[in-house]
């Protein structure tokens, strides 16, 4: 017998989940006070709501399981929404605990008073608003099972204080996720015999299969075929580097998108879409599928879209092997710091088994090429496009990988937004490196602004366009959270930085400054 | 002839509308670039949407009128919609601009697609999607009538790129917004008799009667009649000190409002709502009117509150004057800072005229004391309760006033959620002095968690509610940003400090180390 808190938590540490990110409010206090009463639970707090949902969706992304949130009522969930929508965008399990108001003080529109549901319902994931103590465990048994869903999703569990505080609760017993669906043999067999047709085609893989097995059967479709592999613009984890398929990815740009894929007649598609360009320009297609291309579906988010690129691979070739990235040496460059030697000094440098969160934005467009023959590592990308990404999803892989090094790469003006990550970085001691690229610009704004078209921009619109005035120092607001931090100009500084910070245990932050690419 | 975000902005303008709060996207580059065509319309670029909202917010506050806001698409208005809550509480106009995808490119549901719309409705406020450029000036017209109703409320016009980027738009005249209804004769006439009475009453006044006039009135009734004028818990803006009427303000804690309220026979409110508990707790009521006392309501937001006071107070004693604050000399404290004598350096040295955005929380449970008889002054509170409003409303007061000197007295949990505000103030030169509360702890939460009955905290709750490990260096912090900062641990140090940062122009924040008071 427990009460609704204890019941809950009990209930998510049997299904599973065993780290609850949190900034809580009045409402969660017995929330909080039940984590002392289940051990195997984790409590990692975090300054800011966006830090929570960021974390929780690195969590995911890297174990493939659901971290709880703990969020206080509307303005709290309002603040995760951001980085809600870039894991909605990631598919990854999340469960959402929002704290709301006692049942019976709802009516009287208190000033925290607000809608909850139509946010919680925003992220197109699974919304339930448990209604008696007999409930809270069925309902964060199947919120663990919702989030756990083919494709993995959002689930909220609107949870109004007196459930928490009453006694009576029991916890329940883990509930099993469907499964995702089998390939279907017959779309198998059609794509084999179109791909056997020596037509010019591209198979397009997202989601579960942009890491190592999935690429692997990808490549050797490509091998046994002559098609090409790629992969969508955003996966959420890419698993790349020596000794894994390099497969490229869709650009962001849909002139680069254009020139990728440009001639191609059949378009197959697992585990992604179709791409779309990000944004619209005036006079230029949304559809990057190119003139005159067929878009096929091997297999969509429902279905086990590993399983069936393998089963394809057997059928096109089963002996053949994927061809693997070799292993290449790149020096560290000298000289100034720029967009186009950075990336290289991170190549040179990065550690086996490296866990990146990417959101170097137009700084890192280097990137990949810089560490395609680095030692095998994954990337963690901006999937929703909504900034702010970078340093919650590290924090979140690092504390599902403590044994793995974890390396933002982190544009400036994105940083700004849930800066605070850097203090639960410090708290938990997670072994993050922070490579902060300040150039001192929304650069991709600016680049944005003459794509769309505008008028060449005046002095205002510039002037919102530039992080100058001042410019951040971001070694001193690292150590104002509590983050070693240095600064560098010279490739030769951000190389003996970055190899200082990797041998040194705990968080450490390098502000990068290099000039604007754009 | 223009295109659609000329337009728009030529409209805002000429509807009086001349600050917008931003940050911009893809989709808003069209708006940008108009900015350097429309020069009355001022751009004021904001690091992430929570300063933008509560910049806003803190704008209309201290002017009555809206600025503009500029917002990227769904996840840029979630980052905004805490603050946005806080501002719908204190019934201040926005108007919400929210780029949004071009028309065309909406069914693709490209990676940023989210929907707008719940977002916009969240808050209560207006909501419209601007359908064609036709459309686009007497949209922003109608926006900022909207915004300027009785009550003020947020105007969220969705603006989808194409609208903004396709030529042939116009701008339109501005509209008149509706007046607020004139106060009831009959109801002013029987609260007259009421109050007449002798009966113990309660005359409790909010929304815009909380600065001079309606504070005057207030207490001229009072003076009239023996009953007490109050203020409601949390003013949008209130004006006090020297030369004031010094009405007592409800509590936060139930336990201070029920003191305060305890033997009420008639509680009479006007601009506001009958006090209700922030929070429910297990086993106490939600409703703090008094069991037996009767609530009667002189005049809602949709009326001419002040008028309905004024009415009032002059039937009741056309000859009473208001009982006015004398101004006293406070002496500066001596020794280490508490959260008792802190309070006590701000009074002593409050400049004339100042605008305090008070997020102090716990740690300024004293401060009305303190700042009793300081020269005449406005404090703007956190209406709606989601932390991270006080220094974007400090922002934004500045940008409004900038002749006046804007104090934040900011909590530092609070702080950290929209901490980028600082370098919104470098960037302006706002004359804004932050006077950081640090006391290293949600200190409100540990005096929730006992409240609500939790069982005492184990170690895991209380290292939640816990803000050392580390403990946060905001003059590192804010000079990172760009701001002037200097750490205090003495009251000396504070008063010498807070007197040069008032002395010299721009921003400058004090990092005051002081003991939770809990």
Not at 100 to 115: G, N, R
Not at 402 to 421: E, H, N
């Amino acid at each position: 017998m427990s009460n609704g808190a204890q019941a809950l938590i009990t209930t998510l540490v049997d299904s599973g989940v065993r780290v609850c990110f949190g900034n809580p409010g009045t409402s969660e206090m017995h929330f909080v006070a039940a984590l002392d009463s289940v051990p195997q639970m984790r409590g990692v707090l975090c300054l800011s709501e966006g830090v929570v949902t960021g974390a929780a969706d690195g969590y995911a992304r890297v174990t493939g399981r659901p971290a709880a949130t703990l969020l206080h009522l509307g303005p709290g969930l309002g603040n995760g929404l951001a980085n809600l929508h870039n894991a909605r965008r990631a598919h990854v399990p999340i469960v959402n605990v929002i704290g709301d108001h006692a049942t019976c003080h709802k009516k009287y529109d208190a000033p925290l008073e607000s809608d909850i549901e139509p946010l919680a319902e925003w992220s197109h994931g699974w919304v339930r608003r448990t209604e008696s103590g007999a409930d809270v465990g069925r309902d964060a048994a199947e919120a663990v099972a919702a989030s756990l869903s083919s494709p993995a999703r959002i689930a909220n569990l609107i949870l109004p204080a007196d459930i928490s505080w009453d006694e009576g609760a029991e916890a329940a017993a883990p509930i099993t996720p469907s499964s995702p669906t089998g390939p279907d043999p017959a779309v198998v067999a059609d794509l084999a015999e179109l791909l056997r047709s020596g037509q010019n085609s591209v198979l397009l893989v997202g989601g579960p299969a942009t890491t190592a097995r999935g690429l692997a059967a990808a490549d050797r479709i490509a091998a046994a075929t002559g098609a090409r592999a790629m992969v969508e613009t955003f996966p959420a984890r890419l698993t790349r580097g020596a000794g894994v398929p390099a497969l490229e990815r869709i650009g962001y740009l849909a002139e680069q998108a254009a020139f990728q894929l440009d001639g191609v007649e059949n378009l197959i598609v697992a585990g992604t879409r179709a791409p779309v360009s990000f944004f619209a320009y005036p006079g230029k297609p949304s559809d990057l599928v190119p003139e005159g291309a067929t878009v096929h579906h091997l297999a969509g988010l429902d279905t086990d879209v590993v399983a069936a690129l393998e089963h394809l691979a057997d059928l096109l070739g089963p002996g053949t092997e994927p061809r693997l990235a070799p292993a290449t040496d790149v020096a560290v460059p000298s000289g100034e710091l720029t967009a186009q030697n950075w990336v290289q000094v991170i190549g040179a440098l990065l550690p086996e088994n490296a866990i990146i969160s990417d959101e170097s934005n137009t700084s890192g467009i280097l990137l990949p090429t810089a560490t395609a023959g680095s030692p095998r590592h994954d990337v963690l990308t901006l999937t929703g496009g909504a900034i702010g990404q970078g340093l919650p999803v590290a924090v979140g892989a690092a504390v599902a990988a403590p044994d793995r090094p974890v390396i933002a790469l982190q544009a400036d003006g994105s940083a700004a937004y849930t800066i605070s990550a850097l203090w639960t970085m410090a708290r938990e001691n997670l072994n993050v490196t922070t490579v902060l690229l300040n150039n001192s610009a929304y650069a991709i704004l600016k680049l944005e602004l003459s794509r769309v078209g505008a008028q060449a921009g005046g002095p205002k619109a510039n002037d919102l366009l530039d992080l100058t005035r001042p410019t951040m120092d971001f070694a001193k607001i690292a150590e104002g959270f509590g983050v070693p931090a240095s600064a560098a100009t010279t490739c030769e500084e951000l190389a003996a930085q970055f190899a200082a910070a990797l041998a040194e245990p705990g968080p450490h932050l390098i502000d990068a400054r290099i000039p604007a690419l754009f």
